[in-house]
């Protein structure tokens, strides 16, 4: 079992920049996918972006250029930077870690707010 906890969320002005932060458990972490995903209201979850074991990312078109996922293997956390935000980027967002097991096994953090308004 892997849990996640996410932090660092929060009420911010367009233009402006949070950074999330997701800690996990378990003693294997640098082996995890790990992903960062946003639910806006009435809307669908959403990939925002992904980090992999040996460091490759991939970033939602809307955020390419804005967010950037990093993580840190000896803390076991992955962080999302997120500058320039816009109106549009309020969401509900929930960390992710897929765990090679037996087969791929997917954990979600309980989610963190983030709300971009004047």
């Known amino acids: 079992q892997v849990q996640l906890v996410e932090s660092g969320g929060g009420l911010v002005q367009p233009g402006g920049s949070l950074r999330l932060s997701c800690a996990a458990s378990?003693?294997?972490?640098?082996?995890?996918?790990m992903g960062w995903y946003r639910q806006a209201p009435g809307k669908q979850r959403e990939l925002v972006a992904r980090i992999f074991s040996g460091g490759r990312t991939n970033y939602a078109d809307s955020v390419k250029g804005r967010f950037t996922i990093s993580r840190d293997n000896v803390k076991n956390t992955v962080y999302l930077q997120m500058n320039s935000l816009k109106p549009e980027d309020t969401a509900v967002y929930y960390c992710?870690?897929?765990?090679?097991?037996?087969?791929?096994?997917?954990?979600w953090g309980q989610g963190t707010q983030v709300t971009v308004s004047s």
């Open positions: 378990g003693t294997d972490f640098s082996i995890y996918a």
């Open positions: 992710n870690a897929d765990v090679p097991r037996v087969v791929i096994t997917t954990y």
